[in-house]
């Protein structure tokens, strides 16, 4: 079974990009919000693939699961394409992946949320 690194799933996109250059746009980062735009419309594909089909289906039905995820790794290319066209590298991610991840163990969710929760 296939686990791929931040590194191998960027170097990927890269070569898809590379096929293609000249016919899809360039990754730069005038190209930027496209990437992200196209991002939005594909979750909302997994949306729709849930709403359509349903929770229970998207872990019983191999063909249903199987288009489910396929959507998800459209969302993960066009993310891809975004942080290459801002130039981020898969080492800058995994950097601020883990600094968010230590800053989210150590909040008190229940205590931010009671900030926003208005008292009656």
């Known amino acids: 079974m296939a686990d791929l690194t931040l590194s191998e799933i ?11 250059k000249g016919k899809w746009t360039p ?4 190209y930027g919000r496209s990437s992200l735009l196209w991002m939005v ?3 909302g594909e997994v ?8 929770e229970n289906a998207i872990m019983t039905d191999s063909l ?20 290459m ?7 800058e991610l995994s950097e601020a992946f883990i ?5 989210n163990m150590g909040r ?4 931010e949320d009671a900030k926003y929760i208005r008292r009656e």
């Open 10 to 20: 960027m170097n990927m996109q890269k070569e898809l990009q590379d096929k293609h």
């Open 99 to 103: 600094k968010k991840h230590s800053k």
């Open 85 to 91: 066209c801002y130039d981020i590298t898969a080492e």
């Open 47 to 54: 949306v729709s693939v849930i709403k359509k089909r349903g």
């Open 27 to 30: 990754l730069t980062p005038n």
């Open 41 to 43: 419309e594909e979750l």
């Open 108 to 111: 008190n969710w229940e205590e």
């Open 64 to 83: 249903v699961r199987e288009a489910f995820i396929e959507e998800f790794v459209d969302v993960l290319m066009f993310m891809n394409d975004a942080l």
